[in-house]
C-alpha cells in the first residue's frame, strides 16, 4: 500500500513540481524577523475587548477633492464634472443640499447622533436629486433608503438620479434638455 497526498499532508510534505518536500526545506535559512505588534489603539474606531464598536466607516473612496475658480469645493472629480456641466447647460440647480433623515436623541443617556444626508445637487424645475457616486462606500444604501422614507414621509417625491461616471452624467444632462417633461 503506497502514501497518498493526504498522509504526506500529514507528515508536513508539500508536492513541489511533482514531488512531496518537507515543508521546512521551503522556509528560507537564516533568521526570521517577527512583525513588530498590531497596535489595535491606531485602528480608528475599534476599541479592544469592544467586539460590539465596528471600525469606523470610510467617507468617500478614491475621491479627489478639489476647488474650482469660484471658490466652491468639491468632494471628487465626478461631482465638479456634473456641476460643469450643469452650469454649461443652464439647468437651474442647488448645490449641496442637506437632508436630516433622523433627529438626535438620548437613549439610555447616551447621546445617539443625528443622520444625515447631503445630496449633490437638487433640480427644482425637474424635480430630480442628483447624487453622483464614482464608488458608493457601505452605508450609502442604507443612508439613500432613508432618504427616500424622508421623501415618502414629507410626501415629496424627486426622481433620484445616481451617475457614477463622465457618461452618465452627459446622458442625464442630455435627458433633462432633450427630453419632454
Not at 478614491?62 to 471628487?76: L, V
Not at 442604507?142 to 452618465?168: Q, V
Request: proline content about 6%.
Amino acid at each position: 500500500m503506497g502514501w497518498t497526498a493526504d498522509d504526506l499532508k500529514k507528515k508536513g510534505r508539500v508536492e513541489v513540481d511533482g514531488k512531496y518536500v518537507p515543508v521546512k526545506s521551503l522556509v528560507p535559512k537564516g533568521r526570521v524577523e517577527k512583525l513588530p505588534p498590531l497596535n489595535v489603539q491606531r485602528v480608528q474606531g475599534f476599541k479592544p475587548n469592544d467586539e460590539a464598536n465596528p471600525v469606523e466607516n470610510k467617507k468617500v473612496r478614491n475621491a479627489t477633492k478639489s476647488i474650482n475658480d469660484e471658490g466652491i469645493k468639491f468632494d471628487s472629480a465626478i461631482e465638479r464634472y456634473m456641476y460643469e456641466r450643469l452650469k454649461a447647460s443652464k439647468i437651474d440647480f442647488q448645490f449641496k443640499v442637506e437632508y436630516l433623515l433622523q433627529e438626535k436623541f438620548r437613549y439610555n443617556g447616551e447621546a445617539v447622533r443625528a443622520i444625515k444626508l447631503t445630496v449633490d445637487f437638487f433640480l427644482p424645475g425637474y424635480n430630480k436629486i442628483i447624487d453622483t457616486k464614482g464608488w458608493a462606500n457601505d452605508v450609502a444604501p442604507l443612508k439613500m433608503k432613508l432618504l427616500k422614507w424622508h421623501l415618502y414621509r414629507k410626501d415629496f417625491s424627486p426622481t433620484i438620479e445616481l451617475p457614477a461616471t463622465k457618461k452618465e452624467c452627459d446622458e442625464l444632462i442630455n435627458r433633462l434638455l432633450y427630453d419632454k417633461k
